[in-house]
């Protein structure tokens, strides 16, 4: 199956395609108020943590070690991804957030590990949970 997950500037105005619209920075943007952004939800729990988001921002880490780390968050918590998973599988999922460069952000990573737990949980619904049982047919049962 496939899924649309595509981002977009908090800034930018709401568009009837952009589906579940979902604010995923651990910070409210500046000089907007909730009301006026057509928010399905904000979820900062899929975000980097603050201490990560902070060593990336003050130079302390490149963005190779950012990257790595917070694929580690997000693996050591795939509870985090369900509320997305659940907005993915309905229709398109648009990631808010106010960064300038949204490709130069937490988004390519997250929308990935969204992706592959999709992937992971659509693969395991096509395996049998287990073999057909047969009692009964087999030795004068």
């Known amino acids: 199956m496939t899924y649309d997950i595509v981002f977009k500037r908090i800034y930018q105005p709401m568009e009837a395609e952009d589906g579940a619209r979902v604010l995923v920075d651990r910070l409210w943007p500046r000089g907007k108020r909730r009301e006026s952004l057509a928010l399905t939800d904000w979820y900062r729990d899929a975000s980097p943590s603050p201490a990560l988001r902070r060593q990336y921002h003050l130079g302390e880490i490149n963005e190779e070690v950012f990257s790595a ?8 918590a795939p509870e985090s991804l369900i509320p997305l998973m659940r907005h993915a599988r309905e229709g398109r999922l648009t990631l808010l957030s106010a960064a300038r460069d949204l490709e130069d952000t937490h988004l390519p990573l997250l929308r990935e590990a969204i992706l592959q737990a999709l992937h ?12 057909p049982c047969y009692r009964g047919m087999l030795n004068d049962e």
């Open 120 to 131: 992971d949980e659509d693969a395991e619904d096509r395996e049998l949970a287990s073999p």
């Open 69 to 76: 780390r917070y694929r580690g968050e997000l693996r050591d």
